[in-house]
Structures are given as C-alpha cells and as structure tokens.
C-alpha cells in the first residue's frame, strides 16, 4: 500500500506492506534510528513518537495507519526539545540512553498540553515509558527545569 | 583545574540525545540477512527430529541451521532441551518478517519429559534429572566453614530455624539481546551488545577456531545490561558462525519474549539455616546452605551460591559458620549474574537475620548491629575474604543519623495518628567489588591531546567521563583534551569489561597507571629538548628558565627529533575492595488492598574517593530501584510443568515513574580509599546490596503498623495478594 507520512517536518511517500508495523517503517524504511524498539507488548515505550502531538507506541502500530499523519520523533528540534535535552544532559536524566527517545517526546507532549505540570503529572505523563537505570528522578527533575 | 571530585555532566551523553547512538539494531550493513532461534515449547523434552524442509523453501529464507548441523550449532544437546525457550534451530532470512513466518514453520517432533522446577524438590531421590550424565540435579556442593557451629548452636540462649528466598529475577535492560556479525575474509568483525567484548572475543575465536586477532567485537551503545550481558551466549557464537558460513552480515535481535526465555536471570537463592544467638541479641553462629536454582545449565548458579555464602557474615563478628554452598539443575533457563551477583542475596539473608535478632529478643534492629558489627577494617571474615579498609561501627552509627533513621520511624508514628500507614527499614551492607586484570593504554597525539582506549565496557555507567577525569588530573590537562574510547578489541587488545562496580576503580587505576608512564616518557623526551632536568604542571615543562609544552614535546617525537614512547598500556591487576554503608526505605501501605508503594530511599555510603558525584548519585538511585523492585513489583512465575508464566513486560512488572521512590543519598564524609590508584572502592551494586533487605522490613514494620501483628517476611517479592492476606487473613 502506498502511504505518505509527514515525519519530523517533511513529507515521505512509501509503499509498505499492510502488515508492516510503524516502528519498523520508521526505522527500517525511512532510516529514523531513534524510535527504539524495547518489546513486543506495547509496555516499554522506547518506540514512542507523536502522531499527530499525540504520544504513541509505534510498535503497536500499523504504518498504514499512519498514512496522512504527522509524526514528530525524538530527532525533531525546535525550542521546547531542545531545552529538554540540555536539561535531560545537566540533570543527568540518561544513562544506557535505550529509553531517552521515549522519555523525551513522552515528555514533550505533557509539556505542550501542560506547561507547568506538577511532580505527580511528571511521573503520570512518562509512566508509559520505562526506565531500567535511573530510577526516575534525575527524569522528573530534568522535566521540572525544562518546564521552567 | 582538578576535575576528580566533580559533578561533570557525561561526555556520553550527546549522541544519545541527538538520534546519532548505535545500538546493535541500529546498524546496518550491505546485504545483511536476518537470524532468529526457533525455541522449545516444552521445559524437558526429548528432541526427536527437527523437520527444516518447508521453512526452507519459504521466499526470502536463506539457511536453516539445526542439531544436524554440526557445532557450534549443536542445539539440544544429548538430544534433549531443557528449558522452555532453549533454541533447538536456527533460521536466517532476508528480512525481520520472512523471518518471522519462516521461524513457524520449522517442524520439530518434541517428546515431553517431566520437568522439575523447584530446586529443592529437585535435590530429592527420584526427581527427574535435567542432565542424567551427572545422575543428579546436585551440580556442586562445598562447603565454607570456621570455628564449630554446632557447638555454638548448642550454647546459644536461641535458635530459630526457617528459610529466606530471593526469588528469581529478571534483569531487563531495556535493549534486548543482539548482535551482528560479518566476515570480510580476514576478518570476523562483531558487532554485540554485551558487556565485555574482550570475553566474546576470545570466546568466539575459541568456539570457531580461528586466530584471535582475526576477529574484532565492538560493542556499540548498549541499553543496559545489570549482569545479563555478561555471559557470552551461545547465540552470539552461533550469529558469526552462520555469518561466516553464508558469507554475508547476520544480525539476530532478541524479540523482548524472547528476551524472557534465554536471558539468564537473577537472584534465585535460598538460605536454608539455623541461626542461634544470645538473648543479648549477640549472633552465634549460622549452619545451613545457600541453593541457588542454577537453571538447565550451571553457568554461574554455584559462583552465586558460593559468593552469597562466603559473604554471608558481612562485617559482623560471628565467626562460627558452617554453610554449603549447592547448586541445583531446574528447567528453567540459566542462572546469571545480575547486579550485585550474590551480595545482595547475602545481605538480604544476613539482614533478615539480625531484624529476626531484634523481633526475637525485643532489641532496637540498630542496637542489635550495633552490638554485632566489627569495629573496624582491615578484618578477615571468617570464610576467606579481607575486608580492605573501613570503620563499619562508627559508619553505621553515622548513616543511622545521616538517614535520619529514627526521624523517619517518629514520623510513621505520627503519620499513624493521621491514618496513613507507613514502614521504615534499614539495612547495613557490606560488599565487595572489584576483581581481575584491566587493560588501558593511553596515546599521545600530535597537539598535546590524547586518547585513552579502555577495556572496561560502559553501557550507561558513564565510566568514560570519569575516566576523562582520572587522565585529565593525572597529565594536568583540560579534559576537553583526553577522549577516552572503549568497546572496540581493536582499540584495546585486552580486559574483562563492565561488571561487579569494577569499571572505574580497575579501568580507572589502568588508566591513571598508563597516563602516569606516558608522561614519565613525555619528560625524558622534555628533558632532551631542554638540555636539562624538568618540571612538569599544566602542560608545560619547566628547565631553569627554558620550557616546552607537552605538545611541542610529541611534535618533536613524531618528528624524529628525539625518541621516546607515545602510548603506554597499562596492564593493571586488581585486587577485591569492599564497599559499605546504610539503606533506608520508607513505604506506604494501603491496609485495603495490600499495595505498598516506596516513597523514600536515604542511604549512607562508604565508596572509598568519588570521582564524580553525579554519575554515582544515577548509580544509587538505578540501583536501589532494582533492590526495592525485587521485593514489591518483580515476580518470576513458572507452572509446575515449568512454562513461564511471566514472558514479557505486560507480565512481569518492571517499575514505572509513578511507583518509584524519591531518593536522597549521602556519602561519607571522611571516605575510607580502597589501595587502588583510584582510591575507589565502585558503587554500581551497592544500592541493589542495601535496598532489597531495608525494603522488605519496611514492609514488615508497615504491616504491624496496620495490624499491631508483628509478621515475619521470609521471601521476595511479597506481592499485594500476600499483604492482603498478613493483614486481613
């Protein structure tokens, strides 16, 4: 099937299989090696991208569910991403870096929808993206300041 | 200009934010095929026939390995498998969904065998064997033993006998297993996410009979490992032997559920004792035996046992001991290291015993350590091991109040008043880390800037950063100056990697040791130059009123003017060192349901010098997460025919933001510096060590707290269901 997506700002048309998941279309067929993919089961949230602002598992995905969409992944810059990466990198909010993609645009969304969440909101808005390392806080911290 | 000691942010950190990190599946290689492992349904069975044929005829289907192909591909070995999961076959396709559909139609005609599960059961007459050529499931037993336990039992004013478990575990790094392999005709080039690309190495070369230098292990960015990417797996063998048979890259990237059935897990140890103690809360003497649940294959459950024996008596003064150390053969898969690798199923068993102390003489939990700690290091333990350096009393009696210890257990009073139930538990860890050689060499490049190629294996630690600032003190240089790579056999022609909180105190005193010679070369050649003795700081070299920049001084090297070595590698063997400290855990019980959350992790740590706060700050908070899950959240479930109950994340609960603790970690004060050059003693698994067992008696303490029941909690995880039952049952 033929499907045009508008990923990170730019448009791409691709014929894929009806079969083919989102998270491989990303990676495999456009080349975008920042949507990671952490299970099977849509619970780690590595493979989190914004479709259409909102927070997404695109392993849990059909690409061809996509078609018409847009789609921002962790590589889009612009003013909000880019203060949280700097503050994700000063507050130490990475460590094996698997989940960060995720966790950023996890956190990108809830700071569009709410500029100034609450430590509660923090962890509820990234809850659907899991961390092994960092046990969260360095995370939530990163998040308070980018939100400032 | 001293960057030891600093919160530098990582030097790691860069392309992993900017979408430039290569994990293994991110790198692509010209006329890659794809590998994936059709696995056992069954936990014991006979494999009868593997029927490839219709597999191979499916589009895009390139080979089919099975038992009949010969090693390294000999699956099923004695003709049977022996856990649900272990690979029978293996096929290499085109793409991840040929792949897929080509895995379903490999036909193999299994004969079920009765599986035994629990180890114990597995330990009795009649039980059916997992491997018969060892005629039983018993794989190895020792024994560690001091002084006459029996006599000191018999003159205990109490004995108590039980059982404590630490159940299985898994250690779900977030990145799967994988690895891609390819082979150019001279070389068999391997891209793994592993923990130690030296030990793939040599094992690879090994197993496929060919020279060690004709293969290459880079280890890309790794999504984490916790001790499961430490053993070299007999896939990651069998990837590069299709690649070189085929003669084209093959990559195999481990789907999460297939993740659950061939990583090796953690903990799975028991301790089966007697304990006997004075009704001055003084402990005796313990007899009993640590079983690990080792799995089908014994690749660490006996080093998990032994370790979790031998540090047993932590730093307490019991010197009669008798514990064997045993470890059974189950169908389930392999035992393996995973953070902390023994210490924290040492502590949690010790722990649990001093807490049984205070329950059972009525004694304050910390006047009952207090009168059992050994005052200071350097001390022997009974069972073998020496403990370096350290005040274990007065550090102990510190963190108490540096945790705030009893404020916290004032405030569950008062919060009880209000209606919310909350429990605070301690723990007092010892642990030991640090072992083997490491390999470092440090280059002197043509500007006055240097690399230091490194045999530890980051993934996440953030070790380079503070070996950049090990290098950068010791050649008195900007940082910005030293780049330190590592996971590349090419880079570095040695090392064991990153495992046992060993990357930076035996990686790191490697480095320092290599920086040191270098410039020790740098100032004889600085000398010639000068025509006369030098001193050397910041980059300069100093001879009366003459001097020469460290720069200037290689350029003159590399130009033939004067002779002197421009890399020095450090082959540096390290001896154990042991760190120690406090934990404290805080949680929230709802006596309706039986949940408990953590609200708080404080602790108090030992670590020897700190050679940047922050990285050791993510250290603890990871890491008491990891020790505080086991207890709350983490549940490995097998049936009685041993299928696996819990195969993936939607199963088997790994933490969320939303359930994890705040954490306020401090360090001492007056650190006790381990001898490495480093003076580190690692901090990697020190929370894991201390917050399983401060954990599991907050849960306690919230529980009598609810109930007025004093309740006693023998294993882990105590899930919800168990908490309802204590409190309403």
Same mark, same amino acid.
């Not at chain 2, 069975?45 to 000999?74: N, W």
């Not at chain 2, 097998?638 to 401090?666: C, I, M, S």
């Given at each position: 099937?033929?499907?045009?997506?508008?990923?990170?700002?730019?448009?791409?048309?691709r014929d894929v299989e009806p079969r083919k998941l989102l998270v491989h279309f990303l990676r495999d067929d456009l080349g975008i090696k920042?949507?990671?993919?952490?299970?099977?089961?849509?619970?780690?949230?590595?493979?989190?991208?914004?479709?259409?602002?909102?927070?997404?598992?695109?392993?849990?995905?059909?690409?061809?569910?996509?078609?018409?969409?847009?789609?921002?992944?962790?590589?889009?810059?612009?003013?909000?991403?880019?203060?949280?990466?700097?503050?994700?990198?000063?507050?130490?909010?990475?460590?094996?870096?698997?989940?960060?993609?995720?966790?950023?645009?996890?956190?990108?969304?809830?700071?569009?929808?709410?500029?100034?969440?609450?430590?509660?909101?923090?962890?509820?808005?990234?809850?659907?993206?899991?961390?092994?390392?960092?046990?969260?806080?360095?995370?939530?911290?990163?998040?308070?300041?980018?939100?400032? | 200009?001293?960057?030891?000691?600093?919160?530098?942010?990582?030097?790691?950190?860069?392309?992993?934010?900017?979408?430039?990190?290569?994990?293994?599946?991110?790198?692509?290689?010209?006329?890659?095929?794809?590998?994936?492992?059709?696995?056992?349904?069954?936990?014991?069975?006979?494999?009868?026939?593997?029927?490839?044929?219709?597999?191979?005829?499916?589009?895009?289907?390139?080979?089919?390995?099975?038992?009949?192909?010969?090693?390294?591909?000999?699956?099923?070995?004695?003709?049977?498998?022996?856990?649900?999961?272990?690979?029978?076959?293996?096929?290499?396709?085109?793409?991840?969904?040929?792949?897929?559909?080509?895995?379903?139609?490999?036909? @193999?005609?299994? !004969?079920? /065998?009765?599986?035994?599960?629990?180890?114990?059961? =597995? %330990? +009795? $007459?009649?039980?059916? &064997?997992?491997?018969?050529?060892?005629?039983?499931?018993?794989?190895?037993?020792?024994?560690?033993?001091?002084?006459?336990?029996?006599?000191?039992?018999?003159?205990?004013?109490? @004995?108590?006998? !039980?059982? /404590?478990?630490?159940?299985?575990?898994?250690?779900? =790094? %977030? +990145? $799967?297993?994988?690895? &891609?392999?390819?082979?150019?005709?001279?070389?068999?080039?391997?891209?793994?996410?592993?923990?130690?690309?030296?030990?793939?190495?040599?094992?690879?070369?090994?197993?496929?009979? @060919?020279?060690?230098?004709?293969?290459?292990?880079?280890?890309?960015?790794?999504?984490?490992?916790?001790?499961?990417?430490?053993?070299?797996?007999?896939?990651?063998?069998?990837?590069?032997?299709?690649?070189?048979?085929?003669?084209?890259?093959?990559?195999?990237?481990?789907?999460?559920?297939?993740?659950?059935?061939?990583?090796?897990?953690?903990?799975?140890?028991?301790?089966?004792?007697?304990?006997?103690?004075?009704?001055?809360?003084?402990?005796?003497?313990?007899?009993?035996?640590?079983?690990?649940?080792?799995?089908?294959?014994?690749?660490?459950?006996?080093?998990?046992?032994?370790?979790?024996?031998?540090?047993?008596?932590?730093?307490?003064?019991?010197?009669?001991?008798?514990?064997?150390?045993?470890?059974?053969?189950?169908?389930?898969?392999?035992?393996?290291?995973?953070?902390?690798?023994?210490?924290?199923?040492?502590?949690?068993?010790?722990?649990?015993?001093?807490?049984?102390?205070?329950?059972?003489?009525?004694?304050?939990?910390?006047?009952?350590?207090?009168?059992?700690?050994?005052?200071?290091?350097?001390?022997?333990?009974?069972?073998?091991?020496?403990?370096?350096?350290?005040?274990?009393?007065?550090?102990?009696?510190?963190?108490?109040?540096?945790?705030?210890?009893?404020?916290?257990?004032?405030?569950?009073?008062?919060?009880?008043?209000?209606?919310?139930?909350?429990?605070?538990?301690?723990?007092?860890?010892?642990?030991?880390?640090?072992?083997?050689?490491?390999?470092?060499?440090?280059?002197?490049?043509?500007?006055?800037?240097?690399?230091?190629?490194?045999?530890?294996?980051?993934?996440?630690?953030?070790?380079?950063?503070?070996?950049?600032?090990?290098?950068?003190?010791?050649?008195?240089?900007?940082?910005?100056?030293?780049?330190?790579?590592?996971?590349?056999?090419?880079?570095?022609?040695?090392?064991?990697?990153?495992?046992?909180?060993?990357?930076?105190?035996?990686?790191?005193?490697?480095?320092?040791?290599?920086?040191?010679?270098?410039?020790?070369?740098?100032?004889?050649?600085?000398?010639?130059?000068?025509?006369?003795?030098?001193?050397?700081?910041?980059?300069?070299?100093?001879?009366?009123?003459?001097?020469?920049?460290?720069?200037?001084?290689?350029?003159?090297?590399?130009?033939?003017?004067?002779?002197?070595?421009?890399?020095?590698?450090?082959?540096?063997?390290?001896?154990?060192?042991?760190?120690?400290?406090?934990?404290?855990?805080?949680?929230?019980?709802?006596?309706?349901?039986?949940?408990?959350?953590?609200?708080?992790?404080?602790?108090?740590?030992?670590?020897?010098?700190?050679?940047?706060?922050?990285?050791?700050?993510?250290?603890?908070?990871?890491?008491?997460?990891?020790?505080?899950?086991?207890?709350?959240?983490?549940?490995?479930?097998?049936?009685?025919?041993?299928?696996?109950?819990?195969?993936?994340?939607?199963?088997?609960?790994?933490?969320?933001?939303?359930?994890?603790?705040?954490?306020?970690?401090?360090?001492?004060?007056?650190?006790?510096?381990?001898?490495?050059?480093?003076?580190?003693?690692?901090?990697?698994?020190?929370?894991?060590?201390?917050?399983?067992?401060?954990?599991?008696?907050?849960?306690?303490?919230?529980?009598?707290?609810?109930?007025?029941?004093?309740?006693?909690?023998?294993?882990?995880?105590?899930?919800?269901?168990?908490?309802?039952?204590?409190?309403?049952?």
């Amino acid at each position: 099937m033929r499907i045009k997506v508008k990923v990170n700002g730019v448009w791409y048309e691709r014929d894929v299989e009806p079969r083919k998941l989102l998270v491989h279309f990303l990676r495999d067929d456009l080349g975008i090696k920042s949507v990671r993919v952490g299970c099977d089961t849509g619970n780690c949230g590595a493979c989190t991208v914004l479709l259409d602002g909102k927070p997404v598992k695109s392993c849990n995905l059909l690409a061809v569910q996509a078609d018409g969409s847009e789609i921002i992944t962790a590589d889009y810059s612009d003013e909000l991403m880019e203060r949280l990466k700097r503050a994700f990198h000063e507050r130490h909010a990475l460590q094996c870096g698997f989940c960060t993609s995720g966790m950023l645009l996890a956190s990108y969304a809830l700071l569009k929808n709410k500029p100034k969440p609450t430590e509660e909101e923090i962890r509820e808005g990234i809850s659907g993206v899991l961390c092994r390392c960092t046990g969260y806080q360095n995370i939530v911290e990163a998040i308070k300041s980018a939100a400032l | 200009m001293r960057y030891v000691g600093k919160p530098l942010p990582r030097l790691e950190d860069y392309h992993l934010l900017y979408g430039q990190a290569r994990y293994v599946d991110d790198i692509e290689l010209p006329g890659m095929l794809y590998a994936g492992f059709v696995r056992s349904p069954y936990a014991h069975a006979r494999v009868r026939r593997v029927d490839a044929s219709e597999a191979l005829s499916m589009p895009g289907v390139v080979a089919v390995f099975t038992p009949q192909s010969g090693k390294p591909f000999d699956f099923a070995p004695g003709g049977k498998v022996r856990y649900q999961g272990e690979a029978v076959a293996m096929v290499v396709a085109v793409d991840r969904y040929a792949l897929y559909d080509a895995l379903e139609k490999v036909y @193999v005609d299994y !004969e079920p /065998l009765p599986a035994v599960v629990d180890p114990v059961k =597995a %330990m +009795e $007459p009649g039980a059916p &064997l997992v491997d018969e050529s060892l005629g039983t499931n018993v794989s190895r037993r020792e024994k560690y033993a001091s002084g006459d336990a029996e006599r000191a039992l018999a003159s205990s004013d109490k @004995v108590v006998e !039980e059982e /404590l478990v630490t159940n299985r575990v898994v250690p779900s =790094a %977030m +990145e $799967p297993h994988g690895v &891609l392999a390819s082979h150019d005709g001279k070389t068999l080039l391997i891209y793994d996410s592993t923990q130690k690309p030296h030990i793939v190495r040599r094992e690879v070369a090994r197993s496929l009979d @060919v020279p060690l230098a004709a293969v290459r292990v880079i280890q890309p960015d790794v999504g984490g490992g916790f001790g499961s990417k430490i053993q070299v797996y007999p896939e990651e063998v069998r990837v590069a032997a299709a690649a070189m048979a085929l003669r084209r890259p093959v990559k195999w990237i481990a789907t999460r559920s297939e993740d659950f059935k061939m990583t090796t897990y953690g903990r799975g140890l028991m301790l089966r004792y007697k304990a006997g103690f004075t009704r001055d809360g003084v402990l005796k003497a313990i007899k009993g035996e640590v079983i690990a649940d080792a799995g089908a294959y014994d690749w660490f459950g006996f080093d998990l046992a032994a370790t979790a024996a031998t540090m047993l008596p932590a730093a307490y003064k019991v010197r009669d001991l008798d514990i064997d150390a045993v470890s059974v053969l189950t169908n389930k898969p392999p035992l393996g290291p995973y953070r902390g690798a023994g210490r924290p199923e040492a502590t949690f068993f010790i722990e649990r015993i001093m807490d049984l102390i205070a329950d059972e003489t009525g004694l304050d939990p910390v006047e009952v350590r207090r009168r059992n700690l050994v005052p200071a290091g350097p001390y022997d333990n009974p069972l073998g091991l020496h403990y370096d350096s350290g005040e274990y009393l007065a550090t102990f009696e510190r963190g108490i109040a540096a945790t705030g210890y009893y404020d916290l257990v004032r405030n569950a009073e008062a919060e009880k008043a209000r209606g919310r139930v909350l429990g605070v538990g301690m723990s007092f860890y010892i642990e030991i880390t640090t072992y083997g050689h490491e390999v470092a060499i440090v280059r002197a490049e043509r500007d006055g800037s240097f690399t230091v190629a490194v045999g530890i294996a980051p993934h996440g630690q953030g070790d380079a950063t503070g070996i950049a600032q090990l290098v950068a003190d010791e050649l008195q240089v900007p940082i910005e100056r030293v780049r330190v790579v590592w996971g590349d056999t090419d880079a570095v022609p040695d090392g064991i990697g990153t495992d046992g909180s060993r990357s930076i105190t035996a990686g790191g005193s490697a480095a320092l040791l290599a920086a040191r010679r270098l410039l020790e070369e740098l100032k004889k050649a600085a000398e010639e130059l000068l025509g006369g003795p030098a001193t050397y700081s910041d980059g300069t070299f100093k001879s009366g009123d003459k001097s020469v920049t460290i720069g200037e001084v290689v350029e003159a090297v590399y130009r033939g003017k004067v002779r002197a070595q421009l890399e020095a590698m450090e082959v540096y063997k390290a001896r154990a060192t042991f760190p120690y400290g406090v934990g404290v855990v805080v949680v929230e019980l709802d006596p309706e349901t039986g949940l408990a959350r953590p609200l708080l992790y404080r602790s108090y740590d030992d670590i020897g010098v700190v050679v940047n706060p922050l990285l050791v700050e993510g250290q603890i908070h990871g890491g008491a997460l990891q020790g505080i899950s086991q207890v709350l959240y983490e549940q490995v479930v097998y049936d009685q025919d041993g299928n696996l109950a819990t195969p993936n994340f939607a199963f088997y609960h790994v933490p969320k933001a939303t359930e994890a603790p705040r954490y306020e970690p401090r360090l001492a004060e007056t650190p006790h510096r381990s001898d490495h050059p480093t003076g580190t003693k690692g901090v990697g698994e020190a929370p894991t060590v201390a917050s399983a067992a401060a954990a599991i008696k907050a849960l306690e303490d919230a529980i009598r707290r609810a109930t007025g029941k004093r309740v006693r909690l023998r294993s882990t995880p105590v899930t919800p269901e168990e908490v309802y039952r204590l409190i309403h049952g």
